[in-house]
T-cell receptor, first 111, second 113 residues
């Protein structure tokens, strides 16, 4: 248990659906991240939020839309995804020492 | 751009042997380096964090060293156990304002009984 909770753990969606991934942390951290992990590839940074402000968008397609309503919650809104977007999506929060704590991930399958 | 490489990509050892996992990075201007463990289908578990001013960190059977000048870190796991079977990832945090972690591809470890 890292203190970072992601829901849902598994999600199957069609290419025309709209869904959202949720991440929650109660560690008192003020920076949160979305990473994408595809098979056979290193983790890719998608978005960074610091103090609820997006500070990094790593050339992610607009079909992925992040939202950070407060320092404890982070969402990733998904719409009109492609099959190649199927991956494990990981959320992390950063402690004051710079250590990152990850959630268990949301496994997304796009049909 | 920081590039992180982990060698070997896979490793199989008998139980009781010591494990040595290597990580190299191209830009020595890092804020910290972190080692993670990942079990199949799961998230990442932080194992050790080494700040840029430190040379090593230890936790139980785990010891990680950092040599910024040569761009290398090594994770040692003493007296390996089957429960140590997992993928081990190293990641360097950038020194820019937002602390982005750049990951290696990982080393997949199998410890056989």
């Amino acid at each position: 248990e890292t203190g970072v909770t992601q829901t849902p753990r598994h999600l199957v969606m069609g290419m025309t659906n709209k869904k959202s991934l949720k991440c929650e942390q109660h560690l008192g951290h003020n920076a949160m991240y979305w990473y994408k992990q595809s098979a056979k590839k290193p983790l890719e940074l998608m978005f960074v939020y610091s103090l609820e402000e997006r500070v990094e968008n790593n050339s992610v397609p607009s079909r992925f839309s992040p939202e950070c309503p407060n320092s404890s919650h982070l969402f990733l809104h998904l719409h009109t995804l492609q099959p190649e977007d199927s991956a494990l999506y990981l959320c992390a929060s950063r402690g004051y020492t710079g250590e990152l704590f990850f959630g268990e991930g949301s496994r997304l399958t796009v049909l | 751009k920081q590039e992180v490489t982990q060698i070997p990509a896979a490793l199989s050892v008998p139980e009781g042997e010591n494990l040595v996992l290597n990580c190299s990075f191209t830009d020595s201007a890092i804020y910290n380096l972190q080692w993670f463990r990942q079990d199949p289908g799961k998230g990442l578990t932080s194992l050790l964090l080494i700040q840029s001013s430190q040379r090593e960190q230890t936790s139980g059977r785990l010891n990680a060293s950092l040599d910024k000048s040569s761009g290398r870190s090594t994770l040692y796991i003493a007296a390996s156990q089957p429960g140590d079977s997992a993928t081990y990832l190293c990641a360097c945090m950038t020194t820019d304002s937002w602390g982005k972690l750049q990951f290696g591809a990982g080393t997949q470890v199998v410890v056989t009984p």
